[in-house]
T-cell receptor
Framework: DSGVTQTPKHLITATGQRVTLRCSPRSGDLSVYWYQQSLDQGLQFLIQ???????AKGNILERFSAQQFPDLHSELNLSSLELGDSALYFC????????????FGSGTRLTVV | KNEVEQSPQNLTAQEGEFITINCSYSVGISALHWLQQHPGGGIVSLFMLSSGKKKHGRLIATINIQEKHSSLHITASHPRDSAVYICAVWGTGTASKLTFGTGTRLQVTL
């Protein structure tokens, strides 16, 4: 157990639907990062939050949004889902921003059918 | 051309061999990370480097900032080292974000 908890582990949903992925960071970590790993695109950085505020943005689609709550857990919302959104979504946390080691969660496997 | 290039893409080695995986990048960075992803999908952060060299067990990571190049070495390789090794760089400036290489798939056989 890495200390970063992601739920659910697996999710199957239909096109057009909306889902929410949840991440609880390791105790004491203030930064949360979201990544997408698909077969054709590899790993891509989506977004980073630090202590509740958005800190950096990567290749996140407008249909996707995220937030970090006062208790530091984070949610990634994916809406109007398309087949191409099927991927592994990882969350990672770190104590500070950017230049520190990360701890990854085990990921949520999203399948859009 | 990708901002982060890894070589080789695939690597097969026999147990006990010394392994080197290379990573070259084209952007200014504040840090470089080496990650390991096992066949089950889990990702482990191995190293974060901004200069010099780091060692952890049989793993050694080096970085040359001037040449924009990093290497990950595995000494006395073992089948349990079989995984995908991913280099990622944290860029500097207003476009600061983490950019990943495509990974090196390592298979260590007995």
């Amino acid at each position: 157990d890495s200390g970063v908890t992601q739920t659910p582990k697996h999710l199957i949903t239909a096109t057009g639907q909306r889902v929410t992925l949840r991440c609880s960071p390791r105790s004491g970590d203030l930064s949360v990062y979201w990544y997408q790993q698909s077969l054709d695109q590899g790993l891509q950085f989506l977004i980073q939050y630090y202590n509740g505020e958005e800190r950096a943005k990567g290749n996140i689609l407008e249909r996707f949004s995220a937030q970090q709550f006062p208790d530091l857990h984070s949610e990634l919302n994916l809406s109007s889902l398309e087949l191409g959104d099927s991927a592994l979504y990882f969350c990672a946390s770190s104590a500070h921003t950017g230049n520190y080691g990360y701890t990854f969660g085990s990921g949520t496997r999203l399948t859009v059918v | 051309k990708n901002e982060v290039e890894q070589s080789p893409q695939n690597l097969t080695a026999q147990e006990g061999e010394f392994i080197t995986i290379n990573c070259s990048y084209s952007v200014g960075i504040s840090a470089l990370h080496w990650l390991q992803q096992h066949p089950g999908g889990g990702i482990v952060s191995l190293f974060m480097l901004s200069s010099g060299k780091k060692k952890h067990g049989r793993l050694i990571a080096t970085i040359n900032i001037q040449e924009k190049h990093s290497s990950l070495h595995i000494t006395a390789s073992h089948p349990r080292d079989s995984a995908v090794y991913i280099c990622a760089v944290w860029g500097t400036g207003t476009a600061s974000k983490l950019t990943f290489g495509t990974g090196t798939r390592l298979q260590v056989t007995l």
